[in-house]
């Protein structure tokens, strides 16, 4: 597949460790506008450390982040791109600290150098596409697990970002809930990055894959298997696992 445009992000030799631990080991690899990649791995594999990496919320030891054409090493670098690129963490709580709904959402417009009335308009419209308007004046850690989840979800996609990493983006939803998400998801036009053990997320909106093992990046192909008459599944398979790698499709290894 030939790219026209430069990636969004590009990761090159990158190594993290946790004191002694080593957790990323020459991990290497690059988004594309229109990648929507499935980032797929066992617990601990060190899968969140990647997504908070990519947005400077952890430093590596070694190897380069470029994000949208610009080398980032520094704070003010990374305060850039948290600018223009969305992260929602596994636990909404660490993503959730105004006193109501309506403020958390506001929060990043406001950031981003709206007006207070502007940056209350977008929260409201953020939230009303979620489904969740009746909720902006609740206080937020009296919700419930997946109404954290939709809120967390609507403060990062209130700030409008070009990129999305979607870290369990559908932990704690209900099956109402989570099919609202998905179908607001699918229809967005971002390039994203989604961890998510559930198959069925995977299905709906990832377009590649790369899976994180042993500390490695190694590209996948997606299969989806005609399951019965009503959907199919999806299996991922390691590109190593395959003769030759023959990935038209993938940009992990080069």
């Not at 004046?137 to 979800?153: F, H, I, N, P, Q």
Request: glycine share 8%; aromatic share 4%; charged share 20%.
């Amino acid at each position: 597949m030939t790219q026209q445009h430069p990636p969004l992000f590009s990761v090159a030799g990158l190594d993290f460790a946790y004191g002694d631990k080593p957790v990323l080991s020459n991990v290497n690899f690059e988004l594309f506008s229109g990648d929507r990649l499935a980032l797929i791995g066992a617990n601990g594999a060190g899968k969140s450390t990647l997504l908070r990496l990519l947005v400077g919320l952890a430093k590596p030891q070694r190897g380069t982040i470029t994000a949208f054409g610009q080398r980032c090493a520094s704070e003010q670098s990374f305060q850039q791109v948290r600018q223009r690129v969305g992260l929602l963490f596994q636990d909404s709580d660490d993503q959730l600290f105004c006193p109501t709904v309506l403020e958390d959402v506001a929060f990043g417009p406001l950031n981003l150098g709206q007006s207070a009335p502007q940056a209350l308009a977008t929260a409201r419209q953020t939230l009303d596409s979620l489904g969740m308007a009746a909720f902006e004046d609740r206080v937020t850690y009296r919700l419930s697990g997946g109404e954290k989840r939709m809120v967390a979800l609507a403060t990062v996609l209130a700030m409008a970002p070009q990129v999305l990493l979607l870290d369990e983006p559908t932990n704690g939803l209900d099956a109402d809930a989570e099919e609202r998400l998905l179908s607001h998801l699918q229809a967005l036009p971002q390039a994203m990055v989604i961890v998510s053990h559930d198959k069925a997320v995977l299905e709906r909106l990832a377009n590649r894959a790369v899976i994180l093992q042993a500390g490695q990046l190694d590209s996948a192909v997606m299969h989806r298997h005609p399951h019965h008459h009503t959907h199919e599944h999806l299996h991922v398979h390691p590109g190593s696992e395959l003769q030759n790698g023959q990935h038209a499709d993938d940009d992990e290894h080069h």
